[in-house]
């Protein structure tokens, strides 16, 4: 069963993510973190095996924008994707985020399907409303788990627990 995490932006789904997957040894695929300086500027790709892109920034120029953020498609496809790739053989893989941005590339969308068909999915995905992510969320392999400030300590527990069935390596 993949899990996925949605909620309002801020709300802690990364910081959940990070917790339930600090002890796992058999994890790949990468999380994002925004760029700050005084002010949000744009947002990070990191993966799990420690390599690190850019996945939007004020200051790129892109024909796929979010808001006042230049979309990376190049830092996407080759950092983001190919760290999913890599960790279609893991025990869980890291899929932070599914969101408007990610959702700009085919190649994006089609490592992600081709991931949740394995069933090992630890990931977020936006909650505002979006013909694929709406699609991604009702497909019967998919638990979906809206994230709140009063449920956020418990869901990283939730999860571990869920994991735990699987018995994964620690």
Known sequence: MNILLTGNPRVGKTTIIKKVVENLKDVGGFYTEE??????????????????????????????????????????ENIAVKSVEKGLDRDIIVIDEIG?????????RNILE?????????????????????????????????????NRDVLVEEIKEILNQKNLKT
């Open 35 to 76: 760029i700050r300086e005084g002010y949000r500027k744009g947002f990070r790709i990191i993966t799990l095996d420690g390599k690190e892109g850019i996945l939007a920034h004020m200051d790129i120029k892109s024909r796929y924008g979010v808001g006042k953020y230049g979309v990376n498609i190049e830092d996407l």
């Open 100 to 108: 408007k941005m990610e959702l700009f590339s085919e190649k994006f």
């Open 114 to 150: 081709t991931a949740l068909d394995t069933g090992k999915v630890l990931g977020t995905i936006m909650k505002k409303s979006n013909y694929f992510a709406d699609k991604i969320k009702n497909r019967k392999d998919v638990k979906v788990l809206l994230v709140e400030e009063s």
